[in-house]
């Protein structure tokens, strides 16, 4: 763990790493929040309401802090979170270097999927599915990681990847990350974009 450390902090210097949480935010044993605390370098998007589903005030609460665009951004979303850290991305507004999509929600769920893009992305995509997610089933985990053209990470059954299913340090997330920023720097040094996998 102690290398996976050591190779997020070195690259923190080239890219600046975004928690978006999803609906209600990330308590303090969830990953997202064990993962802040873990590491000095993240960043974490704040807003007034967690608690209600509006996907332009996500995506608004990412704008405001990626506006210094000091060093391109590696979203790490969950849940709605990930569904918000995907408008932001297909908007090509912001400089964003890659996504880290972790139990990403079903669009349909919150009346979104008009807002969520239904194609590549443009950067390097990584999506952690489960099997028995109630926020999305793995059959479209699978669908919406092809039309995004991102990697898809099967975690098996882990619920929705949050606290409540036992997803609290989670090292293997950090790993996860880590292979993503390698890919993320292997396309800056070649120029070109192509599924993280």
């Given at each position: 763990?102690?290398?996976v450390?050591?190779?997020?902090?070195?690259?923190?210097?080239?890219?600046?790493?975004?928690?978006?949480?999803?609906l209600?935010?990330?308590?303090?044993?969830?990953?997202?929040?064990?993962?802040?605390?873990r590491?000095?370098f993240?960043?974490?998007?704040?807003?007034?309401?967690?608690?209600?589903p509006?996907?332009?005030?996500?995506?608004g609460?990412?704008r405001?802090?990626?506006?210094?665009?000091?060093?391109?951004?590696?979203?790490?979303?969950?849940?709605?979170?990930?569904?918000?850290?995907?408008?932001l991305?297909?908007?090509?507004?912001?400089?964003?270097?890659?996504l880290?999509?972790?139990?990403?929600?079903?669009?349909?769920?919150f009346?979104?999927?008009?807002?969520?893009?239904?194609?590549?992305?443009?950067?390097?995509?990584?999506?952690v599915?489960?099997?028995?997610?109630?926020?999305?089933?793995?059959?479209?985990?699978?669908?919406?990681?092809?039309?995004?053209?991102?990697?898809?990470?099967?975690?098996?059954?882990?619920?929705?990847i949050?606290?409540?299913a036992?997803?609290?340090?989670?090292?293997?997330?950090l790993?996860?990350?880590?292979?993503?920023?390698?890919h993320?720097?292997a396309?800056?040094?070649?120029?070109?974009?192509?599924?993280?996998?």
């Open positions: 763990m102690l290398e450390d050591a190779a997020l902090a070195d690259a923190s210097a080239r890219y600046r790493f975004v928690l978006v949480p999803g209600y935010d990330s308590g303090p044993e969830h990953w997202q929040s064990r993962w802040q605390h590491h000095a993240w960043d974490r998007i704040t807003q007034r309401n967690w608690n209600d509006d996907i332009e005030a996500w995506i609460a990412i405001r802090l990626l506006t210094d665009r000091s060093r391109p951004a590696i979203l790490v979303g969950h849940s709605f979170g990930a569904l918000a850290s995907c408008c991305a297909g908007d090509r507004t912001h400089a964003v270097a890659g880290m999509l972790v139990a990403p929600a079903e669009p349909a769920r009346e979104v999927e008009d807002r969520v893009p239904t194609g590549d992305l443009g950067v390097p995509t990584v999506v599915a489960s099997h028995n997610d109630p926020v999305m089933r793995f059959s479209r985990a699978i669908h919406w990681s092809n039309a995004w053209h991102a990697e898809l990470v099967d975690v098996g059954e882990a619920g929705h949050n606290a409540e036992g997803f609290g340090p989670w090292p293997f997330g790993h996860v990350l880590r292979k993503l920023v390698l993320i720097d396309e800056a040094r070649s120029g070109t974009h192509a599924r993280a996998c």
